[in-house]
């Protein structure tokens, strides 16, 4: 480990708390010293030199609080969602821990302002405070500044591609000193030689072809010299995050489970789905009374289609939508195959399809016409974040890896639709949704549902 990476872990954690300390203090002179004060005078009274003394307290014992929440790990890949998440949390925990006290010592606060605004101002200064760092040391590495010195094993084309992505990001932190195909004594000596002079700082095997034995050797070559050692994970390692080891017959066993949602993330989301949906059917109550008129009023036929889709597991449900065709619609598809706009998969996609009403071309372009969804996401059919769920025809027609679109619940949005919308190629949407199946979190499905209506509104693609 690179003395420079341990040095900028250690900065964030006085930054952290200058951050803190600074977005407590802003709260103060904001509620005090503002229009504020006179467009509502406070009822709770602190001086600032008390308000103070409590502040780099709180701020003491958030600390250990960001430190339990892996805020200090060493970790030099951490993404700006990641990194948002993390601070999102810990924040949040301190923000509880605040209330707990609170709660059991009545004469330390009484003002929900300075803490509801202060946790809110401290999760944006201690954000952008740890990307400032971030950045710098990004900037560090850019000038070829506490980077380390990468020694990479392997022959195939990942390889390659591997070593010229690290040439080509300078901000990475590591710099390519040697490559080596083979692990074999000849390499393995010259590395040798390279480690006596302090010249490499880590050995990466970029090739998860590699066979084992030789793999073990290079590694224990490693921990002999003294050399950080990574690997390339082949395809069981990789799902890892997804594992789970048990016994059976006394035998050590592997599971390896088709998504991180299995167990309680499974309960985690049935609920959040239940919650939002329910919301969700509250609020658009008077749309859907309007859209209901408006649908009887343009075209003949009922307000609301039920369209038969594949589910989790590859059940059969009925998908509520508005109807935004004419009637018997779904008859006529046959006429109009040949001019199927999707020849790369087996969705059917036709821009200015004859078949959709006046009003049903506005509710699809803004997405109205999925509203009903949430009484599906209500039912349990689909979950509020997911893939897209298609025909039957559709899915007979999956490729092998693309049948594990069905290993969870269709979403009313996804990662795919707010990635491209209909510029997308079926292969590329399938992939997209399968990251998410292997990636999924509670997070994630948040920023997905964030990101929807602003896709929506201002996405091009829209059809």
């Not at 979403?411 to 949407?429: C, H, M, N, P, W």
Request: charged share 25%; hydrophobic share 45%; proline share 3%.
């Amino acid at each position: 480990m690179k003395r420079s990476e341990l040095m900028f872990s250690f900065l964030l954690v006085p930054v952290d708390y200058a951050m803190i300390v600074f977005a407590g203090l802003c709260v103060y002179f904001f509620r005090y010293n503002t229009f504020l004060a006179q467009l509502r005078p406070p009822v709770f009274d602190i001086s600032i030199f008390q308000y103070f003394k409590i502040l780099v307290l709180v701020a003491f014992f958030w600390i250990p609080i960001f430190a339990l929440a892996g805020m200090y790990s060493v970790k030099r890949s951490r993404k700006i969602t990641q990194e948002l998440s993390a601070t999102f949390l810990a924040t949040s925990a301190g923000l509880i821990l605040i209330v707990l006290v609170i709660f059991f010592r009545h004469e330390l606060f009484g003002s929900r302002f300075l803490v509801l605004a202060g946790y809110i101002t401290a999760f944006f200064f201690v954000f952008f405070g740890r990307v400032g760092i971030r950045k710098i040391q990004r900037s560090f590495y850019k000038k070829n500044i506490g980077v380390s010195r990468a020694v990479v094993f392997g022959q195939s084309k990942s390889t390659e591609s591997f070593i010229s992505g690290l040439k080509k990001d300078k901000s990475s932190g590591y710099v390519v000193v040697r490559h080596f195909k083979r692990i074999d004594d000849s390499s393995l000596s010259i590395l040798e030689t390279i480690s006596k002079k302090m010249s490499a700082d880590v050995v990466i095997l970029a090739d998860y072809n590699h066979g084992r034995r030789e793999a073990l050797r290079l590694y224990e070559f490693c921990q002999e010299n003294h050399l950080d050692f990574s690997y390339a994970a082949d395809v069981l390692e990789a799902k890892s995050q997804n594992v789970e080891v048990g016994e059976m017959c006394g035998v050590p066993v592997v599971h390896i489970k088709r998504t991180s949602l299995d167990g309680w993330g499974r309960i985690s989301k049935r609920f959040f789905d239940i919650v939002f949906s329910s919301l969700a059917l509250f609020l658009l109550s008077p749309v859907f009374a309007f859209c209901a008129i408006i649908i009887k009023m343009d075209s003949e036929g009922e307000i609301f289609v039920k369209l038969t889709r594949i589910g989790d597991g590859g059940k059969k449900f009925k998908l509520y939508k508005f109807r935004s065709m004419i009637k018997n619609a779904h008859s006529l598809k046959s006429e109009l195959l040949f001019l199927n706009e999707r020849a790369d998969g087996p969705l059917f996609k036709m821009k200015n399809d004859p078949r959709v009403t006046k009003f049903g071309r506005f509710m699809r372009k803004w997405s109205i016409d999925e509203f009903p969804n949430f009484i599906n996401v209500l039912l349990g059919d689909i979950s509020l974040v997911g893939p897209r769920p298609h025909e039957e025809e559709e899915v007979n027609k999956y490729s092998g890896y693309q049948r594990r679109l069905l290993n969870i619940k269709p979403g009313v949005t996804g990662l795919a639709q707010i990635s491209g919308r209909s510029d997308l190629t079926f292969g590329e949407e399938a992939m997209l949704d399968l990251f998410y199946i292997e990636n999924w979190s509670l997070w994630l499905d948040f920023t997905i549902l964030l990101r929807t209506p602003w896709v929506v509104v201002f996405g091009k693609n829209a059809s």
